[in-house]
């Protein structure tokens, strides 16, 4: 019989001898970045290479033939929890005679920050053999990863507590209005509801909208319909618990968007805002109709309020006015301003009171009485100088009028003996400080009582205004 077999063929390690085999190997993990760790049935370690003593925070001296259950290190898992020993890679290798993958251990030391290692151990067994005579086991640093996404799990759980904390609701809606995420966590009790409550116009079930409910489809359809699209609204709940609230609702498209994948949905409860924009209006409308002008400033004096009123007294608009210093837009002629004055009270936070003739914004010169004072919160905190002006031309024309027939003759219009004793007086003073010398010329009508009492008094009276006209 031919033997027609053929020799393996032979390689250059076939010659090696252990020894030699052992210390390829060893050349061989010493230049590799993962760290390789080679323990004995007893747990000490037979080999170990730069990267794995890198990664444990040893020197290989330290670390060859020694057992790597110290008693000053703590090793948990990703959820912190403290790993027993017989948990550890290598000795549940050893014990089950499985390879164990994956097991993420983080190591504490007390000279180190926790160090984040991905094991793998593979037992190590002789042909034949009940039980594994070793282990080795594949150490790879994922520190900076764990550290990453401990870091995002910190910051998105620190975001959910500030958007709790908001008061708004966050709901992330796929394409057909299915709620895949929520801040906070979704309950049945809430407006927009839990995916069972789903309805098949493609939106998440909207309790109590009525007929706001069709508003709502028409803005969700609207949105979908254009990436990044959004639209805000104000819309009322009738809730046969809670009665009438109002809430804001607000959507926009991130559905292509990899890091949403959705349209995000926030809403909150606006109802206190809603009776306050109402009871304002209403306040408003009051003032719009107090027949007086009234303006609100804040603390360096710029507009914040300008009712109908003002406009109608100043000439300018509310729009207009808003966000403007009020003292440019109510201007004196006077040398001695008390726009000015009124200004300055206005930034002490300060009452003020006075009248003050003002120029208009068509330039026409106009007699007004203000009254400014400062307005407190409950707190003791400024909130504005309410200043109330009403148009006194009347007054002042009656008043001038007033002053005219004190010191004039109403027959004549000539000055009266008031005026002329003021005049007089007057004159003596400049006298005295400056020694300048002054006349009064006494002018009598001769027979003028003949006139008046042989003809009559009407004759008299023209005879005194022709007169006084002639001088």
Request: net charge negative.
């Amino acid at each position: 019989m031919v033997d027609n077999s053929q020799p393996s063929p032979s390689t250059p390690f076939d010659s090696l001898n252990p020894q030699q085999e052992l210390e390829i190997f060893r050349s061989v993990t010493a230049i590799l970045q993962n760290g390789i760790v080679v323990q004995g049935r007893d747990g000490s370690v037979i080999l170990v290479n730069p990267a794995a003593a890198d990664i444990l925070g040893l020197a290989i001296e330290a670390i060859s033939g020694m057992s790597l259950v110290l008693n000053d290190w703590d090793v948990v898992d990703i959820d912190g929890h403290v790993i027993p020993v017989h948990e550890f890679p290598g000795p549940r290798a050893l014990r089950t005679g499985r390879v164990t993958v994956n097991q993420i251990l983080g190591i504490r030391q007390p000279t180190r920050a926790t160090r984040w290692i991905d094991v793998v151990s593979y037992p190590l067994s002789l042909p034949g053999a009940d039980q594994p005579y070793g282990v080795v086991s594949i150490l790879r640093d994922i520190t900076k990863r764990v550290t990453a996404i401990n870091a995002l799990k910190e910051n998105q759980r620190r975001t959910e507590i500030i958007l709790a904390k908001s008061g708004n609701q966050f709901r992330i809606l796929d394409w057909y209005g299915n709620v895949v995420a929520a801040v906070p966590p979704l309950v049945k009790q809430g407006v927009f509801d839990s995916a069972e409550h789903i309805e098949v116009d493609g939106l998440p079930h909207v309790k109590y909208l009525g007929s706001s409910h069709a508003q709502v489809v028409e803005i969700f359809e609207r949105v979908r319909g254009q990436y990044l699209a959004s639209e805000t609204h104000d819309l009322f709940i009738d809730s046969p618990v809670g009665g009438r609230y109002w809430i804001e609702v607000s959507l926009t498209n991130h559905l292509d968007d990899p890091a949403v994948g959705g349209i995000v949905l926030n809403y909150r409860d606006i109802t206190a805002r809603k009776e306050s924009e109402s009871q304002i209006r209403f306040q408003a409308d009051l003032l719009a109709r107090a027949g007086q002008a009234i303006t609100a400033t804040d603390e360096s004096g710029h507009i914040l309020f300008w009712n109908q009123t003002a406009v109608e007294l100043y000439g300018w608009t509310a729009k207009e006015a808003h966000g403007r210093l009020i003292t440019d837009l109510i201007t004196t002629p006077d040398l001695h301003d008390p726009v000015a004055e009124y200004g300055r009270a206005t930034i002490r936070c300060k009452a003020w009171s006075g009248d003050l003739t003002v120029r208009r914004r068509d330039g026409a010169l106009w007699s007004i009485s203000m009254l400014s004072t400062p307005v407190f919160d409950v707190n003791g905190d400024f909130v504005a100088v309410v200043s109330v002006s009403k148009d006194i031309m009347e007054r002042k024309a009656t008043e001038l009028a007033a002053a005219q027939l004190a010191l004039q003759d109403r027959l004549t219009g000539l000055a009266n003996r008031t005026l002329l004793d003021d005049a007089i007086k007057a004159l003596f003073l400049e006298f005295q400080e400056n020694d300048i010398g002054f006349a009064v010329l006494f002018i009598g009508l001769d027979r003028f009582k003949v006139i008046n009492e042989g003809t009559s008094h009407a004759i008299g009276d023209r005879l005194l205004q022709l007169v006084a006209k002639r001088l």
